[in-house]
């Protein structure tokens, strides 16, 4: 009996390790080309993604579809036409699961600039583009989606933030992040 168990040990070692089958190679090759997606961030950035594509797919089947970005817009108060919903969805070559949601982004990312980045997020709560938004919102949207702020970090971040009559200057304080506040000054 115990020799029978050994016995099967040593095939199921033999068959895991036996990279002469054709099975092998093509696990190796489908990896390979996975990893690279994988690879154009850390595992930080990628938990976050991970985390930001479980949000967008509200329906939880693997994949985003014009139907879960109309409901995640709707989630933050902002109507969407379904026209700029198409043009989203078309960006993607093929199903919109994880792995096209990192790809797409990654492709956005690499050589884009970090203000740029900053703004264009602040942008999406800035229908009328002023370069401001209103302070109240802007508090309910920090406590309350994605990595959530604390009490301390929102009086942190407005203690030092660009506010003039209850609007948030964005632009001004994604200015200052970037370039730091020397530069601001002097400008």
């Given at each position: 009996?115990?020799?029978?168990?050994?016995?099967?040990?040593?095939?199921?070692?033999?068959?895991?390790?036996?990279?002469?089958?054709?099975?092998?190679?093509?696990?190796?090759?489908?990896?390979?080309?996975?990893?690279?997606?994988?690879?154009?961030?850390?595992?930080?950035?990628?938990?976050?993604?991970?985390?930001?594509?479980?949000?967008?797919?509200?329906?939880?089947?693997?994949?985003?579809?014009?139907?879960?970005?109309?409901?995640m817009f709707d989630s933050l108060g902002r109507q969407a036409k379904d026209a700029e919903l198409e043009e989203m969805i078309s960006?993607?070559?093929?199903?919109?699961?994880?792995?096209?949601?990192?790809?797409?982004?990654?492709?956005?990312?690499?050589?884009?600039?970090?203000?740029?980045?900053?703004?264009?997020?602040?942008?999406?709560?800035?229908?009328?583009?002023?370069?401001?938004?209103?302070?109240?919102?802007?508090?309910?949207?920090?406590?309350?989606?994605?990595?959530?702020?604390?009490?301390?970090?929102?009086?942190?971040?407005?203690?030092?933030?660009?506010?003039?009559?209850?609007?948030?200057?964005?632009?001004?304080?994604?200015?200052?992040?970037?370039?730091?506040?020397?530069?601001?000054?002097?400008?």
């Open positions: 009996m115990a020799s029978e168990k050994t016995e099967k040990k040593k095939k199921t070692k033999k068959t895991e390790g036996d990279s002469s089958s054709g099975s092998g190679k093509t696990k190796k090759r489908a990896q390979r080309a996975t990893s690279n997606v994988f690879s154009m961030f850390d595992q930080r950035q990628v938990q976050e993604f991970k985390e930001a594509f479980t949000l967008i797919d509200q329906d939880r089947d693997g994949f985003i579809s014009k139907e879960d970005l109309a409901g960006e993607a070559p093929g199903p919109l699961n994880f792995t096209m949601f990192l790809q797409l982004f990654g492709e956005r990312f690499s050589g884009s600039d970090p203000e740029d980045a900053i703004l264009n997020a602040f942008k999406l709560f800035d229908p009328e583009n002023s370069g401001a938004v209103d302070c109240k919102q802007l508090k309910e949207l920090i406590v309350g989606i994605g990595d959530r702020f604390d009490k301390k970090e929102v009086e942190q971040l407005f203690a030092s933030a660009p506010v003039t009559k209850g609007k948030f200057d964005y632009k001004a304080y994604t200015h200052t992040l970037t370039h730091g506040e020397e530069e601001l000054e002097t400008n």
